[in-house]
Nanobody
Framework: QVQLVESGGGSVQAGGSLRLSCAASGYTFSGYCMGWFRQAPGKEREGVATISPGGSITDYAEAVKGRFTISRDNVKRTLYLQMNSLKPEDTAMYYC??????????????????WGQGTQVTVSS
């Protein structure tokens, strides 16, 4: 079955950097879009970044443009999110996701079928 496992979260000060990873298994990783999402306490889950199956097309939420970079290694079956210039408002649980039914590649969380367990990112001021 599809399994997504995030890692790389932690606590950093504002202005710092973190690199999240998402290891995928149980499906043809290179055939589907991947997305990073986040959810802060008391808030709805929101899309952060998406990447096409081959990695050539990426999209970002306005709040992270210019600071975050999504990438993937289809040989290693791993998705990444490089986060620079972190701000306290980036504090959230971060999740990777994919949809193997329709191949959806947008920012609507409800359209994604498979999710990881999440990794916590905490940014202090």
């Amino acid at each position: 079955q599809v399994q997504l496992v995030e890692s790389g979260g932690g606590s950093v000060q504002a202005g710092g950097s973190l690199r999240l990873s998402c290891a995928a298994s149980g499906y043809t990783f290179s055939g589907y879009c991947m997305g990073w999402f986040r959810q802060a306490p008391g808030k709805e889950r929101e899309g952060v970044a998406t990447i096409s199956p081959g990695g050539s097309i990426t999209d970002y939420a306005e709040a992270v443009k210019g600071r975050f970079t999504i990438s993937r290694d289809n040989v290693k079956r791993t998705l990444y999110l490089q986060m620079n210039s972190l701000k306290p408002e980036d504090t959230a649980m971060y999740y990777c996701a994919t949809d193997t039914k329709s191949g959806y590649c947008g920012f609507r969380p409800g359209r994604y079928e498979h999710w990881g367990q999440g990794t916590q990112v905490t940014v202090s001021s």
